[in-house]
Structure formats: C-alpha cells, structure tokens
C-alpha cells in the first residue's frame, strides 16, 4: 500500500472514501500503521493507528499536503516520523490501562486460538478433529508460556523457544511444559496445526491484531527437515494370504474378513474402503471401482478408479454384493450392545466407522498370521504398491490404481523403481554369445519378407 500513498501524484489517483488506505510502519510490537484518509471535498488526512494486547487506538495526525493544502500540512516522510512518535507514547498508556483492568474484554490468546480452532476441527471431521485437539492439547495447551500469550505479543521467537521444548533444548526441559519429544514428521503435522488455529484466529481478529503477526506465525511454525524416511512395512505375497486367511477366521460371517481382503487386494486407503457402495463393484469386468480418497483440498470429488480384481477376490467377496441394494455401503461391521459389567453382543451391521475401531481384530490377525511386530494395515498399501512396480507396470499406472501422485511414487519408492527398469533393460541387454531370442528378433524381418515374396509371385 506505501507505493500508493507515498507521494502526492499517487494519492490524487486514490478514490475518496471514509476508511483510510493504511500502511503498516512498524513490525514490532507496537503494531504502528499509517492511514491515508481522502475526503470528497477536503484535502485527505493523516491517521495513526496502534494495536496492543487486542487493544485499538486511531488519532489523527494533521493533513496532507496535497493540492491545496494548508500551511504546515505534513509530507508522507514526516507523517511516517509522527506516527511512530505517537505510537511510542500510547504504547505504554494502552498497557498501563490493561493491566488495571480497562483493557479489552476479549483479549485473545494462543489458547483461546487453539480452543477455537479445535472446535471448528471437529465440527467438519469428528474423528480428524479429536486428534488435532488432542495432539494441540498435549504439546500447546499444557505448556503455559506459549498457551497464556496474548496474540498482539506473540512473536517468532516465543514460537521457536516452545518448539526447543519440545524438542528437550529449552533451559527447563521439555518435562516442564509436559510434553514428549516429537519426531520431525510429528513436529511438522503439529506445526500445521498451530499455524492453522493461529491463522483464523487473526483472520477472525485482524482489525484488533498487529498487521505482522501473520509473518510471525509463518516464521515460527515453519516446517523441520525430515531426513528420515519413514519406515515401509513390507509383506510378502505368502504373508499377505496369511493375514486375509487370519481374518477370515476371526469372524464366521467374514464382515472382517472381506475388509481385510479388499485392502489387500487394492492396496486402498481405509477412508476409501468406508466409502466403497454395493454398485462400485463390477463383477462382470472383474474389478472394482475405487472411490477417491480425502486427501487435499480439490473442489469437486475425485473420479472413481478402476481396479482389477481376482477371480478368487470376487467370489469370496460375492456375499458382501449379491441382492443387496445399489447404494448400500459395500463393508460392513458389527455394532455391540451393552449387558451389563463386561458383557456385550451383536446388535446390528452398519458401515465402516473410525480406523482405530479395528485395531484389536487387526492385532488378532497379526499374531495369528505371524506377522512381524508392529505390523500395521497400511503395509497391504505400501507391498500393493511394491508389487505393481515389480510387475513392471508405468509409474503412472501404479500412481493412478492407488490415489497418489508419480510424484510421491518415485519419493517413496525410488529404489523399486530402479529395480524395475533394470529388470527392463537387462531384457535388452547385448549378449556376446549367441542369443536365441535376439537371434529371432533380426530373423524375424527376413522371415517376413520371404512370405511377402512368395505370396506376390
């Protein structure tokens, strides 16, 4: 806004109007801005506005000198040096106010930020919204230096020394603020999170917030390098059949079962496995149409994709499809009545709800199958995926079947890649001694051409 107030042929080109055009001059603490006021008739005016701890305060400085200004009227620089003058005087007046009990009714703090925003959070995604309050709870909200700062005070620094305690590099230890150290990816899902609430909470404030706390908050909360791959969870094909057959047994009427086996299959998300329908099955082409997942932030839904699958799939499927109506969620799972102290029995099938609801029945799989420790459902992602490259399918095709990005593929699954085109080239490979299969392939031109020849005579 300064290149359009800074000088007196630009501020002839603005249009009147009662609210000024403001500039911000100082970032510091102060939140001083400058405002250009331009009446209809009168020549435009000087205004200084100071924000502190959510409180406002605006006054006049003098007028313009624009055309036809009075005497002693005030240029762009020397509005710049009043300004900031003024704002140094009220800065301690407006805090001395506060701290007696006259300052702003709604002062805003990083806690009443994250409040909001978790409020919010779960009001669009329960379950994604019980995690981010959670997770904002545990490492913002019990460590009362960064939770109990105002707003207006809160800068880059105060952001940074939290985020040293997280990490056990503050001078109290990260015990005091009574949280645990977060790896770099957990830091950074953290850090999305608070920035997140710190942001609405200005967009909700902004007229009683300093204008540079956007920048603070963008410092502070930026995102640590990772530069540790996650861990992949690998399965092989026998241990993929083990943990499906597993599942099978868990259940007699296989809900679970059919679950386990789709995922396997696929290599799907669970939030895409939920929202499969009776009709995105084709048994007649042999595949399933895999609705897209909830990842980013596109408009409109994402197109189903088609994904193959097994003649032996399908059959075991065949009880999750067969006469059932069209738009009935496809995976099923029992809901459980209470008896009484530690009794419980099936009441009704519904549809798939939170991930975390399976977790007891997938580590029932894992100890059954003999899987690895700690083995997780998302591995069937990762070795579906591994799979495919190893199949020799493009890198697209294999994005495209599992919701992701060729991108993601080659940052996650690099070495596969490699592994695969050399496979590939290894094929093509010259071979010093008599080869039979590239022997046929430079035959097989003459041998065409001699049908060719006899075939015109």
């Known amino acids: 806004m300064m290149g359009e107030v800074d000088t007196v042929a630009k501020r002839a080109k603005l249009a009147p109007r009662k609210n000024p055009y403001w500039v911000g001059i100082s970032g510091g603490r102060g939140g001083v801005s400058l405002g250009y006021r331009k009446g209809a008739r009168s020549p435009g005016a000087w205004v200084a506005k100071i924000v502190v701890n959510g409180g406002r305060l605006e006054?006049?400085?003098?007028?313009?000198?624009?055309?036809?200004?009075?005497?002693?009227?005030l240029s762009y620089k020397a509005a710049v040096v009043a300004a900031l003058e003024w704002g140094a005087r009220q800065y301690a007046a407006i805090e001395a106010r506060q701290e007696a009990g006259g300052g702003s009714s709604g002062q805003h703090t990083v806690r009443s930020a994250v409040e909001a925003y978790a409020k919010a959070r779960t009001r669009r995604s329960g379950c994604n919204g019980k995690i981010a309050e959670g997770r904002l709870a545990k490492h913002v909200l019990s460590d009362q230096k960064i939770a109990d700062i105002p707003l207006a005070r809160l800068h880059a620094g105060a952001i940074l020394e939290w985020r040293a305690r997280l990490r056990g590099a503050g001078a109290d230890g990260p015990e005091e603020a009574g949280a645990a150290r977060l790896a770099p990816s957990g830091a950074n899902r953290l850090m999305n999170d608070l920035r997140a609430a710190l942001n609405a909470a200005y967009e909700a404030h902004r007229r009683e917030l300093p204008a540079h706390l956007p920048a603070e908050i963008r410092i502070g909360t930026r995102a640590e390098p990772v530069t540790e791959q996650a861990r992949q969870q690998l399965l092989t094909d026998d241990m993929?059949?083990?943990?499906?057959?597993?599942?099978?047994?868990i259940e007699e009427d296989g809900h679970f079962g059919r679950l386990v086996m789709i995922a396997a299959a696929t290599g799907a998300r669970y939030s895409q496995l939920g929202a499969l329908r009776v009709a995105h099955v084709q048994p007649a082409l042999s595949r399933?149409?895999?609705?897209?997942?909830?990842?980013g932030r596109a408009p409109a839904a994402k197109a189903p994709v088609a994904v193959p699958l097994a003649s032996d799939v399908l059959e075991r499927l065949a009880p999750a499809f067969?006469?059932?109506?069209?738009?009935?969620?496809l995976l099923m799972r029992w809901a459980y009545r209470n008896l009484g102290p530690f009794k419980w029995e099936k009441d009704r099938l519904r549809a798939l709800g939170p991930a975390y609801e399976i977790d007891k029945q997938w580590?029932?799989?894992?100890?059954?199958?003999?899987l690895p420790a700690g083995t997780i459902m998302y591995a069937f992602r990762h070795s579906s995926i591994v799979r495919g490259l190893r199949a020799g399918l493009p890198v697209r095709l294999v994005a495209s079947l599992h919701d992701t990005s060729t991108a993601m593929i080659e940052k996650h699954y690099a070495a596969f890649i490699v592994d695969m085109t050399e496979d590939l080239a290894r094929r093509a490979a010259l071979a010093l001694r008599n080869n039979s299969n590239l022997e046929a392939v430079f035959t097989a031109p003459k041998a065409r051409l001699s049908f060719s020849q006899k075939t015109e005579s």
């Open 59 to 73: 006054e006049k400085l003098g007028p313009t000198d624009d055309a036809g200004a009075p005497a002693g009227a």
């Open 322 to 329: 067969e006469g059932r109506a069209a738009d009935e969620p």
């Open 240 to 249: 993929v059949r083990a943990a499906v057959e597993a599942a099978f047994e």
């Open 288 to 295: 399933v149409l895999m609705p897209g997942s909830k990842k």
């Open 363 to 370: 580590a029932e799989v894992v100890r059954r199958a003999r």
